[in-house]
């Protein structure tokens, strides 16, 4: 499929498989391609949209703030007629901080929330590594950041028994806008959605993974707590990419919520 044009800004977009819309936003440490083990299953039941967010592949920057990224996605919706009624949206890692604040800012616009995962926001601790991934990569460009990435990404057990996924997750990063990545860290940096989460009408699954050490499961399973209508999920063994590392848990888990 063709990139689009959303009020003048340009997204790639791919799409496969007939029904119920489903709709993918990946982490700030991957590009779309890190749905490709799980979509092909996905895409026996629905229509599968896969978005790449600003900066990655040839979508155009975005705002910078959270909420200007969820407007984006909320564009996308509508330029593709994408219904409201049986449509999902799930987002990993970044992409689930951005599915949280279109529930928060465009709910009514899908139906069901699937934040894999997602938290409240970052302890003050954990805020540090974003404006070190920042300055990094402002000043020396994404290969400044694909080892530390990685970590992050992938538990140290899944990286040492898998170095073909690790290039490859590392080719889909390094490919990344510089610029918009940073603004993408510095966004979740300063993001706070204790306040909203009250609001959110939308049936929602918030999914982690038992290794998750950038989103960690108590801090998920403590947001999930404060939506009305959630189901929480821990996969177990799984970092922070569940559907690389383990994509038959993964689609199983977003299956049974859809069903």
Do not use: W
């Amino acid at each position: 499929m063709s990139p689009i044009d959303v009020n003048g800004s340009r997204v790639d977009v791919e799409q496969i498989g007939r029904g119920p819309s489903l709709v993918l936003l990946h982490s700030l440490l991957t590009d779309y391609s890190v749905f490709s083990r799980v979509v092909p299953e996905f895409a026996r039941t629905h229509l599968v949209t896969v978005i790449n967010l600003p900066g990655y592949g040839g979508s155009s920057p975005a705002g910078q703030d959270i909420e200007s990224y969820a407007d984006r996605v909320s564009g996308v919706l509508d330029a593709l007629g994408i219904p409201r009624k049986q449509t999902a949206v799930l987002g990993n890692g970044f992409g689930g901080f951005i599915a949280v604040m279109l529930a928060v800012r465009h709910g009514e616009r899908f139906d069901r929330l699937i934040a894999a995962p997602a938290l409240a926001t970052f302890p003050e601790e954990a805020k540090k590594p974003f404006h070190r991934m920042a300055d990094l990569v402002s000043s020396q460009g994404m290969n400044a950041v694909l080892d530390a990435a990685i970590q992050r990404m992938l538990p140290a057990a899944f990286i040492e028994k898998n170095p073909d996924i690790v290039q490859e997750r590392k080719r889909a990063l390094a490919a990344a806008d510089p610029r918009c990545f940073a603004t993408a860290c510095l966004a979740l940096a300063k993001l706070d959605l204790s306040r909203e989460l009250a609001r959110i009408k939308n049936p929602t699954l918030v999914m982690v993974g038992s290794e998750d050490a950038t989103t960690p499961p108590h801090l998920a399973r403590a947001m999930a707590y404060e939506i009305p209508r959630h189901d929480f999920v821990e996969l177990e063994g799984c970092g922070h990419c569940p559907q690389v590392e383990d994509p038959a848990a993964f689609v199983a888990a977003v299956q049974g919520f859809l069903a």
